[in-house]
């Protein structure tokens, strides 16, 4: 993927300079951007953006914060670069939420390591999912990999909601995101409460998240998390809601049906050392026993218990 990284200066005399340091980086793009231009560049949403303060015509920290209070851009990283030393100033660029103050003159080695080490940090954030905070699939899938790989005995519990989709049309998606990032919370404290060493939360999307804890054992973990849920999940609805114990959605012919209220399902596999030789057949295990537990109404857990010389 080509990263594109904005250069805003007013005379074109950084483009050359990033240019030449990033001739055998086939992967980086650098785009000279005139200050006034700032709200069309904008738009396109850079990789990163590089300020020569010494070379813009406007004030640098009127600059940095139309980036920052941009929605698109909330995230983008920002560099300074410029030759005023005047420590006050410096604090100030800072305050306004840019990353790096780069003081002239730059020795080029320092620049280009830290633009290489801010797009690599960007890279690794975009992985995470940005609702709950936790990794996502590919550090799943790594952190899987690294426990076949040694050989490991550990448990998989893949965890989702069931109703969720009733409980966005009934209230709301914005309503749906706050039940999501408590149902992380929610497993993230249990998860650690009951095995602070060695043990791994993942939010897959939407409502799905995987925990892995390195023990076979995990009845009192699931109930653990179910028993968190039910006794404070309640407070995401109305109480008119709550006292009937479920909500009344429409459906596309326009016929109201009755869904419980909200309620957690945990399908767990038990990987034995050796038992699975890779992350596909313990997706599919996995998606058995959660398949299980979603046919119960209200919050369940199921284990499959099966090892590897039942095969």
């Not at 300079?17 to 560049?41: C, G, P, Q, R, T």
């Not at 749906?176 to 939360?201: Q, R, W």
């Not at 023990?215 to 998390?225: A, F, G, R």
């Amino acid at each position: 993927m080509v990263q594109e990284i904005y250069i805003i200066d007013d005379d074109d005399s950084s483009i050359l300079v990033f240019n030449e340091l990033f001739k055998n980086d086939k992967d980086y793009k650098f785009i000279s951007v005139k200050s006034h231009m700032i709200d069309v560049a904008l738009k396109n949403i850079p990789s990163l953006i590089v300020i020569n303060e010494d070379a813009i015509e406007v004030d640098t920290i009127d600059l940095c914060k139309k980036i920052r209070s941009d929605d698109d851009n909330s995230i983008t990283p920002v560099i300074v670069v410029s030759s005023n030393a005047d420590a006050k100033h410096r604090v100030e660029i800072l305050s306004t939420a840019i990353e790096y103050y780069i003081k002239k003159p730059v020795n080029e080695k320092y620049l280009y390591h830290t633009v290489k080490n801010l797009i690599r940090l960007l890279t690794i954030n975009r992985r995470i999912s940005p609702l709950t905070g936790l990794p996502g699939n590919v550090q799943i899938h790594a952190e899987l990999k690294k426990r076949l790989a040694n050989k490991e005995s550990f448990s998989v519990l893949y965890l989702d909601l069931d109703n969720f989709k009733a409980y966005n049309d009934v209230y709301g998606f914005l309503k749906g995101d706050e039940i999501i990032k408590f149902t992380a919370e929610i497993i993230l404290n249990c998860v650690h409460e009951y095995m602070p060493e060695e043990s791994f939360v993942g939010h897959i999307g939407g409502d799905d998240f995987v925990a892995i804890v390195p023990t076979l054992s995990c009845d009192k973990l699931c109930q653990n998390i179910i028993a968190n849920f039910d006794s404070r999940v309640q407070k995401f609805f109305t109480p008119a809601d709550i006292e009937k114990g479920y909500i009344e959605v429409a459906n596309r012919k326009g016929i109201i049906e009755q869904f419980p209220l909200t309620a957690i399902s945990i399908g767990v596999v038990t990987a034995e050392a050796n038992r699975f030789y890779n992350m596909l057949e313990i997706g599919e295990v996995g998606a058995q026993v959660k398949h299980a537990a979603k046919s119960v109404i209200g919050s369940s857990y199921t284990i499959d218990r099966r090892y590897w010389h039942d095969r």
